[in-house]
């Protein structure tokens, strides 16, 4: 599977840094893709914080792992978590 990864850096509640990768079909619009990376603030906690095109901007395509692409048939994206995502 061909996907598009989306380098992300999102300012968190308490000042630090988020950096994650935002991995999804290649053919998915950015729009879709700035709403999975909200999924995700809210899962960890930092909903509400801002997550426009500024801070999510396509980096390069590339073949799915294994791994990527089956969360990809479950959940539509998949999460690379860089550093500060904890």
Do not use: W
């Amino acid at each position: 599977m061909k996907v598009a990864v989306y380098d992300t850096y999102v300012v968190k509640k308490n000042g630090a840094t988020m950096h994650f990768d935002i991995i999804v079909p290649k053919d998915q619009p950015h729009e879709k893709v700035i709403q999975y990376g909200h999924e995700y603030l809210k899962r960890v906690g930092q909903e509400g914080q801002p997550l426009t095109t500024k801070e999510c901007r396509f980096c390069h395509t590339e073949e799915a792992s294994e791994d990527v692409e089956k969360a990809i048939n479950e959940s539509g994206y998949y999460i690379y978590e860089m550093e500060g995502c904890d």
